[in-house]
């Protein structure tokens, strides 16, 4: 049955992934035996108004999953895995925006390793206070819907829940992205081809990149430091074993999906050119400095701290998503050999 399928599967977002496939196979157990003897009473198979009526009356996803949930006190088993789940994210993203802020301040401000192990002790302290803020929260929300339900029944999450808040089965079964088609595959090596070319173009060609730019660029008084050549080797790199990998893929009609080690070790290798950017001093230079120091140097100290600023922006941000893409393919992995175990 699709609609207990559906179910299931949302129920599973907020079990102990320890223990998941296990609550999940005895609770398809007991919920079938239910359906079996609803549809042996009724001598037929219950229609979907009837089946969304009779999951309704079960319980919504969350309320469900909290009965395989430990035993908690300041916050109950309704509200718990709702709980659980708004304090992971939020630390989440949380330490990521600290990283950030900490990456741009310590940058802008020539800090020393003194301020980035300051900045690094710092952060349990507002994990902590993050965590208290969250806690305090669910649990005055747990004291009011606890203590007053008819003043506040819109806060309740037992009562009525729509089966459309539940995910289609093929996207809960599977965290994967699309399938790709051989004309998609097909079509990626050749653009990609073409935007090497392209590539290969600009140091000749500044106006392929630049457009009427190149004109203005040429003419300015600034000119671009030796970092950026080293900058765009790299790149021109980094596309052509991407371009490689695809190739080989295609070969080996392995193009259907993109395996998830792929995906990080791509945007691993990407990080080494905005790496090499930010390990230069300067980004833009003037092209007569005797002339035109007093006039344009400001100017141009100007631009290298804002280029500054938005590469160690990028390089945080970029570097985040990697540990989060590397986390959860580790986690997936102990997961699957832990079921394999069993």
Not at 15 to 24: A, F, V
Not at 69 to 92: A, C, D, H, N, S
Not at 218 to 229: D, E, G, K, M
Request: net charge positive; proline share 6%; glycine share 6%.
């Amino acid at each position: 049955m699709e609609l207990l399928d559906r179910y299931l599967e949302s129920v599973r977002k907020y079990l102990p992934w320890q223990r998941q496939d296990d609550i999940i196979a005895e609770l398809r157990a007991n919920l079938e035996s239910q359906l079996e003897d609803k549809e042996a009473e009724l001598g037929r198979p219950l229609t979907k108004e009837e089946a969304e009526a009779w999951l309704k009356e079960i319980g919504p996803p969350t309320k469900m999953a909290a009965r395989y949930q430990p035993q908690q006190y300041l916050i109950g088993p309704t509200f718990f895995p709702v709980y659980w789940m708004v304090m992971r994210l939020t630390f989440f993203w949380v330490a990521a925006i600290y990283v950030v802020v900490n990456a741009v301040v310590i940058a802008t401000t020539n800090g020393t390793w003194n301020s980035v192990l300051q900045a690094c002790l710092r952060l349990p302290l507002v994990l902590m206070t993050t965590a208290a803020w969250i806690t305090l929260t669910f649990a005055a929300i747990e004291f009011i819907v606890t203590h007053y339900p008819s003043k506040l029944p819109t806060i309740s999450v037992s009562d009525g829940w729509p089966s459309t808040a539940m995910p289609a089965l093929e996207d809960a079964l599977s965290p994967k992205k699309k399938q790709r088609t051989r004309a998609h595959a097909i079509a990626e090596v050749i653009f990609g081809f073409l935007f090497l070319i392209w590539l290969l173009l600009v140091p000749q060609h500044p106006y392929v990149l630049w457009g009427p730019g190149a004109a203005f660029l040429h003419s300015s008084p600034f000119r671009l430091a030796p970092i950026w050549f080293q900058f765009y080797c790299c790149i021109v790199v980094l596309n052509v074993l991407q371009l490689g990998w695809r190739c080989v893929e295609l070969a080996r009609g392995a193009w259907r999906q993109a395996h998830p080690v792929q995906q990080v070790v791509m945007k691993a290798i990407g990080l080494i050119p905005l790496g090499v950017l930010l390990s230069g001093q300067v980004w833009v230079l003037l092209r007569n400095p005797a002339l035109d120091q007093a006039q344009y140097g400001p100017t141009a100290d100007g631009i290298n701290q804002g280029i500054r600023l938005s590469l160690t922006v990028v390089c945080a941000i970029v570097s985040a998503q990697l540990i989060w893409e590397a986390g959860r393919l580790g986690l997936n992995a102990y997961r699957r050999r832990i079921a394999a175990m069993r």
